[in-house]
């Protein structure tokens, strides 16, 4: 008797658990272009990140953000067609040497918003 209910309690306790990891998946980067904590030699005329998951475009954004403040976009950030899991926003022009950050906020499948910044520099 004793045996089975250890085991019921051990296979509660297994559930439990992967119900808990189950809820708590939500979309995290996975890389981007440019890369965290790179240094470039030619500025990108875009800026794209890969997600653990698809996104929602209509509620998630990448900003790119320079010593001067915040880089104008040519337009708002969507989902690439081919990998909904990846965001993208051009530049408006060229960024100029320097340090930037790209500020990104992402809403996954499951509702939950997430966001989270990184840095790279151009330094031709």
């Known amino acids: 008797m004793q045996e089975k209910l250890r085991l019921r309690t051990l296979v509660s306790v297994l559930s439990f658990c992967a119900m808990v990891e189950g809820a708590s998946a939500h979309a995290h980067l996975q890389r981007a272009n440019p890369a965290p ?16 998951e698809a996104v929602e475009p209509s509620m ?6 320079g010593a001067q403040g915040p880089i104008a976009a040519a337009g ?4 690439d067609q081919s990998a909904p899991a990846t965001l993208v926003v051009k530049l ?27 840095h790279f520099e151009v330094r031709p």
Do not use: N
């Open 60 to 65: 998630s954004a990448i900003e790119i953000v």
């Open 76 to 79: 708002k950030a969507y989902v």
């Open 92 to 118: 408006s022009q060229p960024l100029p040497p320097g340090a930037y950050e790209a500020r990104w906020r992402c809403v996954g499948p499951d509702s939950h918003a997430m966001r989270g910044s990184y």
């Open 37 to 52: 904590d790179s240094i470039i030699a030619t500025a990108p005329q875009e800026v794209w990140i890969a997600f653990s």
